[in-house]
């Protein structure tokens, strides 16, 4: 079992950056592929992007192709989203989330979630 938790969200103005952390708690982080969704008001839960367990591949969302990147430190149990050129269509909760299924987009396909991060970007 991970318990994951997420930080780093905030207000920022459109075309900035923002760094957000996911830590895992647990002896067995390096096992899990992770990901990243977000969930706007009203919306459904979306897919951000996806890492491997060792941090060899990665997948990502059409909409942050180029702008986001995901990486992961297994030694420190943590999981890094890099968002630049930030817009306002990117503001939503963010959620990071373990699973057994490499570059899983659908939601279901992971088993643990993160409580999420606001992030707000403003025009």
């Known amino acids: 079992q991970v318990q994951l938790v997420e930080s780093g969200g905030g207000l920022v103005q459109a075309g900035g950056s923002l760094r957000l952390s996911c830590a895992a708690s647990?002896?067995?982080?390096?096992?899990?592929?992770m990901g990243w969704f977000r969930q706007a008001p009203g919306m459904e839960r979306e897919f951000v992007g996806a890492?491997?367990?060792?941090?060899?591949?990665?997948s990502y969302a059409d909409s942050v192709k180029g702008r986001f990147t995901i990486s992961r430190d297994n030694a420190k149990k943590t999981m890094v989203l890099q968002m630049n050129s930030l817009k306002s269509e990117d503001t939503a909760v963010y959620f990071c989330?373990?699973?057994?299924?490499?570059?899983?987009?659908?939601?279901?396909?992971?088993?643990?979630w993160g409580q999420g991060t606001q992030v707000t970007v403003s025009s």
């Open positions: 647990g002896r067995t982080f390096s096992s899990y592929a």
């Open positions: 989330a373990a699973g057994q299924v490499d570059y899983a987009y659908l939601p279901d396909k992971y088993d643990y």
């Open positions: 890492i491997s367990r060792t941090g060899g591949g990665k």
